[in-house]
């Protein structure tokens, strides 16, 4: 089982709907969790940072956690054409070490259909 | 405010030849530092990291290696370059290792 899994996709979603984008991560302890974008060819930039369960906002971006089920999700409503991109789900995962690492799962190819 | 700095932008190498990409950040002190490389298609596979001067902890043993001789400057190397060294190479930085990783531009390497 990977540490971090998404559905690769491609996920299709019109203009104006709601992209939903879901992530799973191993059952090591986590504190931090982020989402990362990246447009094709460039580097990922920080959309949302999530640390305790339950929602958190940012303007048209929702993230959810639920620790217990091991899962978060993000949700970007009235999607636009520029939201077409890759998302990388990020959480930081304790190694069997006990270091701290920031471990990126393999994105989610979004596409928003004008 | 901090910013990181990466070149080159691209790069074609022949394989066998040698590799130096660098990285720098400025506007802090002491931070972490890594090199990440994403191959087409794929996800984003650590490489290296430091937290601090001459510190460095390879993920994944290969023909690469990285040195950080100054606090805010970060060097990827490989004495020859293999045709599965062709991909994007991100530097990052962050303060404290649980805390938000930030991207350098990347160098997109390509060895024919």
């Known amino acids: 089982q990977k540490e971090v899994e998404q559905n690769s996709g491609p996920l299709s979603v019109p203009e104006g709907a709601i992209a939903s984008l879901n992530c799973t991560y191993s059952d090591r302890v986590s504190q931090s969790f982020f989402w990362y974008r990246q447009y094709s060819g460039k580097s990922p930039e920080l959309i949302m940072s999530i640390y305790s369960n339950g929602d958190k906002e940012d303007g048209r971006f929702t993230a959810q956690l639920n620790k217990a089920s091991q899962y978060v999700s993000l949700l970007i409503r009235d999607s636009q054409p520029s939201d077409s991109a890759t998302y990388l789900c990020a959480p930081i995962l304790i190694s069997n070490f006990g270091n701290e690492k920031l471990t990126f799962g393999t994105g989610t190819r979004l596409t928003i259909i004008p | 405010s901090q910013t990181i700095h990466q070149w080159p932008a691209t790069l074609v190498q022949p394989v066998g030849s040698p590799l130096s990409l660098e990285c720098t950040v400025e506007g802090t002190s002491n931070p972490n530092l890594y090199w990440y490389r994403q191959a087409a298609g794929r996800g984003l596979q650590l490489l290296f990291y430091s937290v601090g001067i001459g510190q460095i902890s390879s993920e994944v043993p290969q023909n690469l290696s990285a040195s950080r001789p100054q606090d805010r400057q970060f060097i990827l190397s490989s004495k020859k370059l293999l045709l599965s060294d062709s991909g994007f190479y991100l530097c990052?930085?962050?303060?404290?290792?649980?805390?938000?990783?930030?991207f350098g531009a990347g160098t997109r390497l390509s060895v024919l």
């Open positions: 990052a930085w962050n303060i404290a290792t649980r805390g938000i990783q930030y």
